[in-house]
């Protein structure tokens, strides 16, 4: 058996999510970067919120925590404050991180608090079987958009990095081996880390909006990604990828530890 | 009694100081008042006995980030204040169903929405008991003076740990603020929860004879499971059978129901030949009492009976008392919320008499003592 597996709970497989979609292979990318750092699965926690997206916790074999509704990530910096040594990953989708969730994904980005957030960007809110989310493009097709919706999309990574995340970089699930990479990447970083994977929902986005199914859908992921370069001037026709932040800056819990000294306590 | 374990303490003060005593090591939240003071003193002093502190971004991070806390390890709070409570909601149901042991503090304003900040009620009563969404298990003390603030906040955190549940202290904003010498005791009673045990299978939601309520492991100590909100199997792993959807709730609930004798806790005063009671809690207790004292000192017979636990009711105790004492009386700071509870247990034992009051002020003496004498002469 390869040991990568050895990261995930096959024995809850066959997993919940439709064929054709992207999320299995977000969670692969996850996994097989968990096995390239030799993460101690005792000492690692993978925190969810809601939505398709949040279902991946729980084929994940560490310490797994499926919370409410948007608020992932105020549940895993309690996790990460109470005891750093665990190593903190988040899986959300468009609609926990940023629209429910959006308070807490700009504020943990701020406090720059040790944990790695893969937001598995799917254009829409497919649990409930295709609303639109801040994430669907303008125009596009939804349940709750007939007309096609009139909403501004956000930009994760340009929001992530004006909120303080120190490594911000985007991949799809079509680019699997920069997936993987940014994942292990985020890891690494001491400080917030947020990974925009854009992922396939051939059941409620692209049958609606005649993208296609799964293998169309991941050929236009193919055909319009773009690695990006410092100085890139952006075509609005191209998704570009790769790091846009990557730095080095003060760590929340780390910072605590001067409080404590302060305080006069024992760390 | 040694003097020098008497200072002089604000209602949330008193509660920090009790938390700290029964083992606090985490505390999230988000400013509201008047539950202010207790985040201001657990900044102050987490730190300084090996804990953390942490200002959330508003009330859903505050709770949400307390209960990730509690799940690494750490006895965890959160506070709060009405419109606070009313957000975290939620999340106290998650700690309910996914059995995560927590204290959340509600100092009581009055309502509803921002309403009047500040201003003492009693509104939150019944929210306290059916706010969140499904059957869950509610219990909730209310301290009536600041010496309780700091007993009952660590009874609170006993129970938490004990029976795996969210625990409230509520109390009106008077006692929250109110300044007291409180003599500290030398020996508190502390539970912490218990742990599996090394080289054992762990299933942390197992129900097993004799062993009602599963230890619970901390993330990272090397136990590897599953916790959810959604309803779940003896693993944690999501389950939509329906026998074992009945057993995880009637579990979550009956885990606290079967322990209701340990839990309730009533104080009574001038009971025994009382031909009038009065039911009270918090501030409006206080005032009861002393409308009780100038009731005897002029032969009117009267009682008092204050819930030290509104939830689970003291039921008991009233059920014994109405079988003999036919005039109750149920002074309240909103428009009733606890008289139904009464009216509920004494079921036409006696006559059952609210006392409403939604002015944003506390019930004054003279105010109780007419309004009570007039239904006592009714």
Known sequence: ?267 | MAEKNKILLQGNEACVLGAIRAGMKFYAGYPITPSSEIAEKAAELLPKHGGKFIQMEDEIAGIACAIGGSLAGLKSMTATSGPGFSLKQENLGYACIAEIPLVVVNIMRMGPSTGLPTSPAQGDLMQAKWGTHGDHPVICYYPSSVREMYEYTIKAFNMAEKFRTPVLVMTDEVIAHMRAGVEIPEEVEIIDRKKPEWGKSYLPFKVTDGEEIAPLAAFGSGFRFHVTGLAHDEMGFPSNNPLRNDEMIRHICAKVDKCNDEIVESAEHFTDDAEVLFVACGSVARTALYVVKQMRSEGVKAGLLIPKTVWPFPEKALKALSSRIHKIIVPEMNMGQLVYEVERIVKGDSTVTLLEKVTGELFKTEEMYNKAMAVIKQ
Request: aromatic letters at 8%; glycine letters at 10%.
């Open chain 1, 1 to 267: 058996m390869s040991s990568w597996l050895n990261y995930l709970r096959t024995h809850r497989f066959p997993h919940i999510w439709c064929a054709g979609c992207g999320n299995g292979t977000v969670i692969n990318a996850m996994a097989r970067a968990a096995e390239d750092l030799k993460l101690n699965k005792d000492k690692t926690s993978v925190v969810s919120g809601i939505g398709c997206s949040s279902r991946g916790s729980g084929y994940l074999d560490c310490c797994t925590l499926h919370t409410t509704h948007g608020r992932a990530l105020p549940f895993a910096t309690g996790l990460k404050f109470a005891n750093p040594e665990l190593e903190v990953l988040v899986v959300s989708g468009d609609g926990d991180a940023t629209a429910i969730g959006g308070n807490h994904f700009i504020h943990a980005a701020r406090r720059n608090i040790d944990l790695t957030l893969v937001i598995m960007n799917n254009n829409i809110y497919g649990m409930t079987s295709g609303q639109y989310s801040p994430l669907t493009p303008t125009g596009a097709l939804a349940t709750t958009a007939p007309y096609g919706n009139i909403d501004r999309t956000f930009d994760i990574c340009k929001l992530a990095e004006a909120s303080g995340a120190t490594y911000v970089a985007r991949a799809t699930s079509y680019h699997v081996s920069l997936l993987k990479k940014c994942i292990e990447n985020g890891i690494k970083n001491k400080g917030f880390s947020v990974i925009e994977v854009l992922t396939q929902c051939p059941t409620y986005f692209g049958r609606r909006n005649k993208i296609g199914n799964a293998p169309q859908m991941l050929r236009w992921y193919k055909d319009r990604g773009v690695l990006w370069k410092p100085g890139t001037k952006e075509d609005p026709d191209k998704i570009y990828l790769g790091e846009f932040v990557n730095v080095t800056d003060s760590e929340y819990c780390e910072s605590y530890e001067a409080v404590i000294e302060k305080a006069g306590g024992k760390k």
